[in-house]
């Protein structure tokens, strides 16, 4: 059984990892991360909780008879910038989540 002052203070400690673990989450949501292909022909732009929210295609990667490449590198930039963001998130959520019990898995 656990002292009545000691469980106080864990409780506040708890709601402080809490918070500071919500606080975490909306900067990763407010970030924005860059990831490309082809030499930055592409460029996708994810948030940090790895919502695409844009992507850019050079001029020069689009001709008509090459599609399938066009496809692959918008996939590949698209992945390096969830890549990215994905351990950005680890960095700033992993040891807040492994401290509320969480065992510092990311949603995405």
């Known amino acids: 059984m656990i002292p009545e002052g000691d469980m106080s203070g864990l409780l506040a400690q708890a709601q ?3 918070e500071q673990f919500l606080n975490a989450q909306q900067e990763l949501a407010e970030m ?3 990831g490309s292909a082809g030499g930055d022909l592409v460029i996708a732009t994810v ?3 790895g919502e695409l929210v844009g992507l850019l295609i050079k ?3 689009d001709d008509p008879s090459a599609t ?3 496809a692959d590198l918008v996939v590949a ?4 910038a969830t890549n990215k ?3 950005v998130a ?4 992993g040891p807040l989540a492994g401290g509320l019990g969480m065992g510092g898995g990311l949603p995405f």
Do not use: Y
């Open 68 to 70: 399938e490449t066009l």
């Open 47 to 49: 948030t940090g909780s």
């Open 77 to 80: 930039a698209v992945r390096d």
């Open 59 to 61: 001029p020069e990667a």
């Open 32 to 34: 924005q991360i860059e």
């Open 85 to 87: 963001a994905q351990a």
């Open 16 to 18: 402080a990892m809490q």
């Open 90 to 93: 680890a960095g700033k959520l």
